[in-house]
């Protein structure tokens, strides 16, 4: 039994329909596109207050996505003799960025294209950060194995260095760091909507003003005041891990990914509402992603063209704006969160 392979059961449930005004890809840009999205979780409420974000978009009609930069990274870790040959080499090895893509990469993927490196020496050693195009995959292996192959091209170039590791944790892969959240990693993806006052004290309950206020005393301050890093947001995890669930992806990835800031500001009476996601990472192609739940729900999706990955990580930002906007709303009144819980997952009126 230990070594056997069995599946276990969590509630999934298809929410939406959401509607984007524009899909903004780094190529091109889509218009008034309505889907439905899948979640998978054990937090039932979420299938409810994401799909009253959900109806949100359909009312305003205002709901787009932007996609700033999609790169997978990896960190190569060398120790060299001293700081000096540490910044030395750093400095050669940016400089061949394109001898690094076509006499290494290249022959290790298809698809994976070099785009750019970064460093950081502390004492005498020296972090090389490499960041990837994967194309449709989220790119965890394809990025480990081209990096293999150059820390070898550059131990054979630089032979005082010497090898430490693959990964190094300036990637930083699975864990919460300064440095994803500045420089990117997977993709970076902001969602927006504006929302007409009549839509938000009808369909939420609320005011423009009163959101605007909790998100400036939680979410800004409340962070701060507890240590939050270069992060500010109610639940992004949440809605992250509910799709990664539902699609396939690394779940783990919900670590950096749910690092991100919820912003908004009433704009000529209406709320403007956007939550800003450095680090979505997904594939539409890859490991799990044949799971045969996985792979009908990223059917239903229509994510199998050559912008599919993009596509996915603008609707795991639309889902996290639905869910965040909705958790934000039902804050500002007593009692509405607790009495959501205990009417949806207690049975209880």
Do not use: W
Not at 43 to 51: C, D, I
Not at 216 to 236: E, F, R
Not at 274 to 290: A, E, M, Q, R, Y
Not at 295 to 307: G, I, P, Q, T, W
Request: glycine fraction near 6%; proline fraction near 2%; aromatic fraction near 6%.
């Amino acid at each position: 039994m230990k070594n056997q392979m069995f599946y276990t059961g969590i509630p999934t449930q298809v929410v939406g329909p959401l509607y984007f005004a524009e899909m903004r890809y780094l190529n091109k840009t889509e218009s008034s596109i309505e889907l439905d999205a899948p979640l998978t979780t054990y937090e039932t409420t979420l299938f409810h207050s994401v799909g009253r974000g959900a109806k949100i978009s359909r009312l305003a009609k205002t709901l787009t996505t932007t996609v700033l930069s999609d790169m997978m990274t990896r960190s190569i870790l060398f120790e060299a003799r001293s700081a000096h040959e540490a910044h030395q080499v750093l400095l050669d090895v940016q400089s061949k960025k394109d001898f690094f893509q076509e006499q290494v990469v290249s022959k290790q993927s298809n698809y994976a294209h070099l785009k750019q490196i970064d460093g950081k020496i502390v004492g005498n050693l020296l972090y090389i950060r490499l960041g990837y195009e994967t194309g449709n995959a989220s790119g965890h292996n394809m990025t480990t194995f081209a990096s293999d192959k150059i820390a070898e091209a550059i131990l054979a170039l630089y032979p005082t260095l010497q090898y430490v590791s693959v990964s190094g944790n300036f990637c930083t892969d699975k864990k919460v760091s300064s440095v994803n959240s500045i420089l990117g990693r997977g993709k970076h993806v902001i969602a927006e909507i504006l929302i007409p006052r009549d839509i938000v004290e009808k369909s939420l309950r609320t005011t423009p003003e009163k959101i605007v206020d909790l998100n400036i005393k939680k979410n800004l301050i409340g962070s701060i005041a507890s240590g939050g890093l270069l992060s500010a947001n109610a639940h992004y995890a949440n809605m992250l891990l509910a799709f990664y669930l539902a699609t396939g992806q690394d779940a783990a990835n919900i670590v950096e990914g749910s690092q991100g800031i919820t912003h908004c500001e009433v704009r000529n009476d209406d709320l403007y509402f956007s939550v800003s996601l450095p680090n979505i990472i997904v594939g539409s192609v890859g490991h799990g992603k044949d799971a045969l739940d996985a792979n009908k729900n990223l059917e239903s999706l229509d994510v199998k063209d050559a912008f599919g990955a993009q596509k996915l990580a603008q609707i795991a930002a639309a889902l996290v704006l639905c869910g965040e906007l909705s958790l934000m709303a039902a804050l500002t009144n007593t009692n509405e969160l607790t009495q959501s819980h205990k009417r949806i997952e207690r049975k209880q009126s």
